[in-house]
């Protein structure tokens, strides 16, 4: 089974380039195309702002294309991406660059959000509205669990693909090969957030093609290294080997890296890539 993760935390200590260099040097096989630079959010107000990476400008696939190459010098493969988000203010024309510069770079599954607290039928008219585009770029759509906190409780609400009947709701409503599922381990174990992540493996099957990997204490998004917090992986590792999954281990422990330097930060990579063959070993033996 092949293990990835997101280049975002490594690329902000020695840039995209090293950070593929790095991953691949550390045992990874493949690596997950974060394009948050590409349409920056200001949380405040809720609307894109000016910035000064490649991906947010002309240049986009030029840039894709270098990282492309890159990552063919080192022998590692693109899997997937994650397009920027929220959905509904990013637009659809970023979702389509996101899209592109996937396919630029090799990557088969690109990860676009639903709206957190539209329905399922609502959530549709995006997905519909890119499937024509994505097929000819021959990138899959994955949308994702979501997850909402009820002001002042400590507990989350209901928000779209939070439960196995809405993920399922979700991709049967578009009925279409080219959208299928990434399950986020993180969100999909934030109690009160849904059913559980070994649930909603069994829920989803053969549709879960793609995973958000990481851990928390149950009640924060810690986005942290898998087998650190709360989460019970022996019990999703059952789960994958139950519905035979076929798809790559990528994490997206995104804040483990934060404690790191330029100069170490090669050692978390190294220790990130130890989680994902644990879950490995973890699946054959299940």
């Given at each position: 089974?092949?293990i990835s993760t997101e280049i975002c935390s490594t690329a902000k200590h020695v840039g995209e380039e090293k950070a593929i260099e790095l991953l691949s040097r550390a045992g990874f096989d493949c690596w997950d195309?974060?394009?948050?630079?590409?349409?920056?959010?200001?949380?405040?107000?809720?609307?894109?702002?000016?910035?000064?990476?490649?991906?947010?400008?002309?240049?986009?696939?030029?840039?894709?294309?270098?990282?492309?190459?890159?990552?063919?010098?080192?022998?590692?493969?693109?899997?997937?991406?994650?397009?920027?988000?929220?959905?509904?203010?990013?637009?659809?024309?970023?979702?389509?660059?996101?899209?592109?510069?996937?396919?630029?770079?090799?990557?088969?599954?690109?990860?676009?959000?639903?709206?957190?607290?539209?329905?399922?039928?609502?959530?549709?008219?995006?997905?519909?509205?890119?499937?024509?585009?994505?097929?000819?770029?021959?990138?899959?759509?994955?949308?994702?669990?979501?997850?909402?906190?009820?002001?002042?409780?400590?507990?989350?609400?209901?928000?779209?693909?939070?439960?196995?009947?809405?993920?399922?709701?979700?991709?049967?409503?578009?009925?279409?090969?080219?959208?299928?599922?990434?399950?986020?381990?993180?969100?999909?174990?934030?109690?009160?957030?849904?059913?559980?992540?070994?649930?909603?493996?069994?829920?989803?099957?053969?549709?879960?093609?793609?995973?958000?990997?990481?851990?928390?204490?149950?009640?924060?998004?810690?986005?942290?290294?898998?087998?650190?917090?709360?989460?019970?992986?022996?019990?999703?590792?059952?789960?994958?080997?139950?519905?035979?999954?076929?798809?790559?281990?990528?994490?997206?422990?995104?804040?483990?890296?934060?404690?790191?330097?330029?100069?170490?930060?090669?050692?978390?990579?190294?220790?990130?890539?130890?989680?994902?063959?644990?879950l490995e070993k973890l699946i054959k033996e299940a």
């Open positions: 089974m092949k195309f974060s394009m948050f630079e590409m349409a920056r959010i200001d949380w405040s107000t809720m609307k894109i702002i000016e910035g000064n990476h490649p991906l947010s400008g002309k240049d986009y696939a030029a840039f894709a294309k270098k990282l492309r190459h890159v990552a063919d010098e080192c022998g590692i493969e693109c899997n997937q991406s994650h397009a920027p988000f929220p959905s509904r203010i990013v637009g659809t024309d970023y979702i389509k660059r996101a899209i592109e510069c996937t396919a630029i770079a090799g990557g088969k599954i690109c990860i676009v959000h639903p709206d957190n607290n539209s329905s399922a039928e609502e959530n549709a008219e995006m997905y519909n509205s890119l499937l024509p585009f994505a097929k000819e770029h021959g990138v899959k759509i994955a949308t994702e669990n979501m997850w909402n906190w009820e002001k002042d409780a400590p507990t989350s609400c209901f928000a779209a693909c939070a439960t196995s009947k809405s993920f399922c709701e979700h991709i049967n409503i578009v009925n279409d090969p080219y959208l299928v599922a990434c399950l986020d381990l993180g969100h999909a174990e934030m109690r009160g957030s849904g059913d559980g992540a070994a649930n909603m493996i069994r829920a989803l099957g053969s549709r879960l093609q793609a995973l958000h990997i990481h851990d928390n204490d149950q009640l924060g998004d810690s986005h942290q290294i898998p087998f650190s917090m709360k989460i019970d992986f022996e019990a999703i590792a059952k789960a994958l080997k139950e519905i035979n999954y076929q798809g790559e281990l990528t994490l997206e422990a995104d804040r483990y890296l934060g404690g790191y330097t330029k100069e170490n930060v090669f050692d978390g990579v190294c220790e990130l890539a130890k989680s994902a063959r644990r």
